[in-house]
């Protein structure tokens, strides 16, 4: 479809629409894979204590500020800035976003397709009668081999484009509306699959008790950055999407639901992981291999294991899938309006680079292994660019524009949608986004990249 200023912006059609995206966007390999290994390396429970207080004041007020910029906008993560603070830099931070999704996507990308693979592991019964050490190898031969992992990436690329060509009601709200609910199926059966092995019961106790001598600054800094990449925030996706969002709908509640579910999909998978961990009587600190190695491993001793082996990485998979829709609608979105592509094109475009990029990412864990931009392999480079670099300072402008730029009139308007809502928690996250968040985020940020030494 092509852009055409008489036909009515694309939208969500309805209030389990936008939850299932916005909801899809954020619950990803963040939750399923990164939070439950964020939490074995940083003390179980005492991570998920400082993870909730980040989402709550952060998280939440950064996602508000985020719909607010999109709907009040109307526009993709760049035009919305433009048509709110005409002719400031201030779009500069959407153009920020749009390198960030390249870029995560690169990667993300690759670790997607990571999935598939395993997938087609499960269903071949590949991870049977494998020691800890065959396991670990045939996820090093795969990763670092030249071909498949780009095969299945490639795969990956072309699914989400297709959900993403399809348009935002037609599409992205489509699947995640069928996907959301899936997801939540099985991890429900992995749980209960979990808690019912042997030994369980330390894994639940790991997760919830909070053990704060394992508390340093790292860990602060960890659950921010956990919290900023598992809610998606910091880089336009929210913006984006929250540009769908109708204008009868009530922002301030969409944003405390998403996060949430968010939270309660990452602690779901907590519960679907450890227990089985410590039946096993693994350590969990396993750090990045824990689902893609210790896991396979417990799967091909546990009873049932070849169905729950599949559910689960068919679980990974949909989590990232409804992720990388939302990665690619920011760059399409972008493309379309502003440079007046249509959606195809601009979804063909933005995939090509993402390929171009995502490539060099797969083959750096193998053959470009050696190429390094500032020490660090392109992976890793664009890893830390995006994540640690673009999404805390994007979400600092971003609150600083909500905060102070666009004027409390207008956000107040645009929350409390003209005045129809009652909106009683707007003073408590105005005081957030305008002094909590900005806050706390430089002082993290400023500590991460060195600048301040609290840890
Ligand atoms: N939130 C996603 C996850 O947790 C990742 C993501 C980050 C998606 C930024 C979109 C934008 O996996």
Known sequence: MAVNSN????????????????????????????????????????????????????????????????????????????????????????????AAAFMIFAFYGAVAGWTLEYIYQSIRNGFAGKSPEDLSQMFTEFTTNPARPIMWQTLFLIMTAGVVIAGVQKGIEKYSKILMPLLLLIILVLIVRSVTLPGAREGINFLFKPDFSKVTGHTIISALGQAFFSLSLGMGTIITYGSYIKKKENLLNTAVQVSLADT????????????????????????????????PNIFQQMPGGYVFSLMFFILLGIAALTSTISLLEVIVAYFSEELKMSRKRATLLAASGILFLGILCSLSQ????????????????????????????????????????????????????????????LPVVMFLIRFVAPIAIALVFLNMIGILKIT
Do not use: C, H
């Open 7 to 98: 036909q009515p912006r694309d939208s969500f059609g309805s209030k389990f629409g936008i939850i299932a995206a916005a909801a899809g966007s954020a619950v990803g390999l963040g939750n399923i894979w990164k939070f439950p290994y964020e939490a074995g390396v940083n003390g179980g429970g005492a991570f998920l204590f400082i993870y909730l207080i980040f989402v709550l004041l952060i998280g939440v007020s950064v996602m508000v500020a985020e719909l607010t910029i999109g709907r009040a906008g109307q526009r993709n993560a760049i035009g919305s800035f433009k048509a709110l603070a005409p002719g400031k830099p201030w779009f500069l931070v959407g153009m920020m976003g749009i």
């Open 366 to 425: 193998g053959p470009i292994a050696g190429f390094k931009i500032f020490g660090l392999n392109i992976w890793d480079f664009l890893d830390f660019t995006s994540t640690k670099i673009i999404l805390p300072l994007g979400g600092l402008f971003i609150v600083i524009f909500v905060g102070f730029v666009l004027g409390r009139k207008r956000v107040t308007e645009e929350l409390n949608n003209e005045g129809t809502l009652k909106a009683r928690l």
């Open 264 to 295: 309660l999909i990452a602690v779901l998978a907590g519960l679907a992981i450890f227990p089985a961990v410590f039946a096993f009587g693994i350590n969990p600190s396993e750090g990045p291999g824990l689902v893609f190695i210790t896991l």
